[in-house]
């Protein structure tokens, strides 16, 4: 059993913590938000994440996992300190690294005896050196320390499976004594480890953010394309998923990405080629196509009602959050297009299963509604903006016979397109190839 440090309590954080208990190790969650941990303690989970709070209760009542604000308490007997804090985009998209230098400071304050300091949080490349620097200018006495950078690759709403059953773990450090050490923790998850040096490292975990950032605007530029020339984007992907070469996962066309990575990412891992006098086209590419998928649900909204005022339309948004599975709002379609629907003279309303009470902060105009029946009733259209199952279940005579108009565009392609008109809905996904063939 080791004894484990984790600063940090929020998405990655608590997963970490959480996972590394369940492995067998005394496990203790720093956060200095007193509110966070009091609410930890007794059993309140700051995030919604399928199966973290039975994870939680169970290592809790085990008494391999506890939480604490004190530095002092977290650090004593720790032989490792994940840094698990957050690193939001700045204005211009570099990395914000306050939160991390000040976890860097309070560990080289506390620290009681040797430790290996490991990045967790996405990091610029060359922060495994700076946060070196940081402890040991800091430090009250000399304690040997390493530091080694292991970045986080979990999906929101999997994020256990993806801790526990990882593709791989990526280790960086300079230390091949900490890093076999900080590899043995993960031997147990039974995972190929790729060991190498931290800016390596680092530069990993963007450079695969990246890459399926930009199979996803990959596909939702394809899908522009299909519309046009009457394909379906669907099967387009599928097909292309086949071959083992490209492969099916992130090729699902929609209204893009969101969420607290794959935005940040891409758009830090541009700053740092700038900074260095690089030109990143296809990142900007990326990015811009991305931001495209927003202004063009609003447009779909206009082109199917053939308007281009929205003024007297009530619209509902099916879903809230970036993806199913997550109350995470952050650098969600849905805000970017109830904003636009807004600003076109939309009433909008919304129904999401988990996440409406943030949504309501951050659009108060929108008027959110406790089931998906009552949110459709009197809409002129209706979107899907997040593939949860529950609207796969739909009871979608019934939503249709509510409506004003039977209107109704997918912005997941959740449904079929065939049996939609069969249902008497005048009906649009992302890139089905219409061209007269659906649409009655």
């Known amino acids: 059993m080791k004894k484990i ?17 369940d492995l067998g190790n005394r496990v203790i969650g720093l ?55 957050g690193t939001p985009s700045g204005v211009d998209g570099e990395a914000d690294l306050r939160y991390v230098a000040a976890a860097a400071r309070s560990v080289a304050q506390n620290m009681q005896g040797e430790l290996i300091i490991i990045n967790k949080s996405t990091v610029p490349v060359g922060t495994g050196d700076w946060v070196a620097g940081i402890v040991a200018e800091h430090q009250a006495e000399a304690i040997p320390f390493s530091v080694v950078s292991c970045p986080e690759f979990l999906r929101e709403g999997a994020a256990i499976g993806d801790f526990m059953n990882p593709h791989r773990v ?11 050490k900080v590899a043995q923790l993960h031997l147990p998850l039974r995972a190929p480890i790729v060991v190498t040096d931290l800016r390596t490292a680092e530069m990993i975990k963007y450079a695969s953010n990246a890459f399926l950032a930009t199979k996803i605007s990959f596909i939702n530029e394809i899908a522009n394309i299909c519309e046009d020339l009457g394909a379906d984007v669907t ?40 900074e260095k006098g690089r030109h990143p086209q296809l990142l900007h590419s990326v990015m ?45 379609p849905a805000v970017n297009i109830a904003q636009g629907l807004q600003a076109a003279g939309a ?14 902060q951050m659009l108060p105009n929108v ?3 406790p089931t998906p029946y009552q949110m459709a009733e009197g809409c002129d259209v209706l979107m899907v903006n997040t593939a949860w199952n529950e609207f796969r279940q739909l009871d979608l005579r019934q939503i249709r016979d509510t409506m004003k108009q039977p209107l109704l565009f997918d912005g997941r392609n959740i449904y079929d397109p065939e049996k939609m008109a069969a249902l008497g809905f005048k009906y649009r996904g992302v890139g089905r190839g219409y061209n007269g063939r659906i649409e009655k």
């Open 235 to 274: 099967e387009v992907a599928a097909g292309m998923g086949y071959d083992q070469r490209i492969g099916a996962q992130f090729l699902q066309a929609g209204i893009g990405y969101g969420g607290s990575c794959f935005p940040k990412d891409v758009k830090a891992l541009a700053h740092m080629a700038e």
């Open 288 to 332: 811009e196509i991305n931001d495209d998928r927003r202004e063009m649900a609003v447009q779909r909204v206009k082109d199917m009602l053939e308007k281009e005022s929205l003024e007297g339309i009530t619209v509902g948004l099916l879903g809230l959050t970036f993806k199913p599975n997550t109350d995470d709002m952050r650098e969600s």
């Open 31 to 85: 956060d200095i938000n007193e509110k966070k941990i009091e609410g930890l303690k007794n059993g309140v989970m700051p995030i919604y994440e399928p199966g973290l709070k039975e994870l939680v209760d169970r290592n809790m009542n085990a008494g391999r996992l506890s939480f604490t604000t004190s530095y002092t308490e977290a650090l004593k007997d720790s032989q490792f300190v994940f840094i698990a804090v």
């Open 367 to 369: 008027k959110m509604l």
């Open 170 to 180: 990526i280790l960086g450090s300079l230390d091949e004594e900490a890093a076999d």
């Open 347 to 360: 009433t909008v309303r919304a129904y999401d299963p988990i996440a409406m009470e943030e949504a309501a």
């Open 5 to 21: 440090c984790v600063v940090g309590t929020g998405y990655v954080g608590l997963i970490t913590a959480a996972c590394f208990a």
